[in-house]
């Protein structure tokens, strides 16, 4: 049983011991000891403190981030609807345009029609006018070839202008 428990002598050295180290620890290593947690634990305390204003910041990054890509939307939406505009706008102007110069161009050519059309007619009536000249100059030759018929006609033509 000695061997389990120790002598009187043995625990007293070993308090005394105990006691010269925990004195050492106290007088030299304690103090940088507890200073270099505590500054650890500063440390650690401001690397969560920036990794939490990081995150906040980056929360805030985003979210400008969205209200400038929701910005650029609108915008591109914006110059799309004027961009369809301006082409509606066009392409009216353009039919506008081509209907105008198609109205003139039937208008020039109905009016060179009833040009063509008039000149066609005045030139088939000087026809029927030397037509009917000819004519009438061979029936008159025919028919007032004799003299009586020549007296007759005179005749008659002098009573109707005193009649009227």
């Known amino acids: 049983m000695d061997l389990i428990i120790p002598g009187s002598g043995l625990i007293i050295w070993q308090i005394i011991g105990f006691s010269i180290l925990l004195y050492i620890l106290a007088k030299f290593a ?4 507890l200073s270099a947690l505590e500054e650890r634990e500063t ?3 401001e690397a969560l403190k920036s990794a939490e204003m990081a995150r906040n910041e980056m929360a ?5 981030n969205e209200k400038i890509i929701q910005e650029a939307k609108i915008e591109r939406d914006e110059m799309l609807l ?3 505009e301006t082409a509606r706008m066009i392409v009216e102007e353009a039919k506008e345009k081509a209907q105008e110069e198609g109205a003139k161009m039937i208008e020039n050519a109905k009016a060179a029609i009833q040009t063509e059309k ?13 037509l009917s000249l000819d004519i009438a ?4 030759k025919k028919n007032f ?6 007296q007759a006609l005179v005749e008659e033509l002098v009573r109707d202008l005193k009649l009227n």
């Open 137 to 140: 100059e061979k029936l008159l």
């Open 145 to 150: 070839s004799k003299d009586a018929a020549q």
């Open 30 to 33: 304690w103090k940088p000891i």
């Open 118 to 130: 008039d000149a066609a007619l005045e030139e088939v009536k000087v026809q029927v006018g030397v």
């Open 43 to 45: 440390h650690i305390d």
């Open 60 to 64: 805030n990054l985003k979210a400008e």
């Open 82 to 84: 004027k961009a369809t």
